[in-house]
């Protein structure tokens, strides 16, 4: 199945499942959360429940991802005993950094974060993680580039959006072409 395809189904599911539970706005990246449930499955026994799941969810496992302008780093943080195969897949398979989570405090996580993403996210954790915890997978992709048809910032003009609330001041943008 290519991966276009994988990603857009995977992703309609999901949005479909959130926007039925959540009563805020829903944010999510399908590819991110797709690589990371990847990066689960590699650590799956073979033919076990757990691997049938994730690859029904999935469709297919996501690896390496060409990503043109944009930049994806993943990494997996682990406390010892994770098996030396698992942690050799990340690297393989998903170039993930294998990085060790020595204790609950999540500054090394939120410091690999902000660097990552060039300090837009400076922090992926407020408070310290659970004492069980024993993994963390981590996926940032980092996107910034221009318009392939650039906006004439002359026609910028002051409007107003409208929120579910009220309306909010905003500078406006405008364009007219054939795209």
């Given at each position: 199945?290519?991966?276009?395809?994988?990603?857009?189904?995977?992703?309609?599911?999901?949005?479909?499942?959130?926007?039925?539970?959540?009563?805020?706005?829903?944010?999510?990246?399908?590819?991110?959360?797709?690589?990371?449930?990847?990066?689960?499955?590699?650590?799956?026994?073979?033919?076990s429940v757990t691997e049938k799941e994730l690859m029904k969810v999935l469709g297919a496992p996501i690896r390496k991802v060409p990503l043109g302008s944009a930049?994806?780093?993943?990494?997996?943080?682990?406390?010892?005993?994770?098996?030396?195969?698992?942690?050799?897949?990340m690297k393989a398979d998903f170039s993930a950094e294998a990085l060790t989570l020595p204790s609950c405090d999540p500054a090394p996580i939120n410091k690999w974060v902000s660097s990552k993403t060039q300090g837009l996210i400076p922090e992926l954790f407020s408070g310290q993680l659970d004492p069980l915890t024993v993994l963390v997978l981590v996926n940032t992709i980092f996107f910034k580039g221009s318009w392939a048809s650039v906006f004439n910032s002359d026609l910028t003009s002051n409007g107003f959006f409208q929120g579910f609330d009220a309306k909010l001041?905003?500078?406006?943008?405008?364009k007219k072409d054939l795209f």
């Open positions: 199945m290519a991966l276009a395809k994988v990603l857009n189904t995977f992703g309609l599911e999901l949005f479909r499942y959130l926007s039925k539970t959540q009563s805020e706005n829903v944010l999510v990246s399908p590819l991110s959360l797709s690589v990371c449930m990847s990066m689960v499955l590699a650590g799956a026994t073979p033919d930049e994806m780093a993943n990494s997996a943080w682990v406390k010892a005993g994770i098996k030396a195969e698992y942690i050799e897949a001041p905003c500078d406006m943008m405008f």
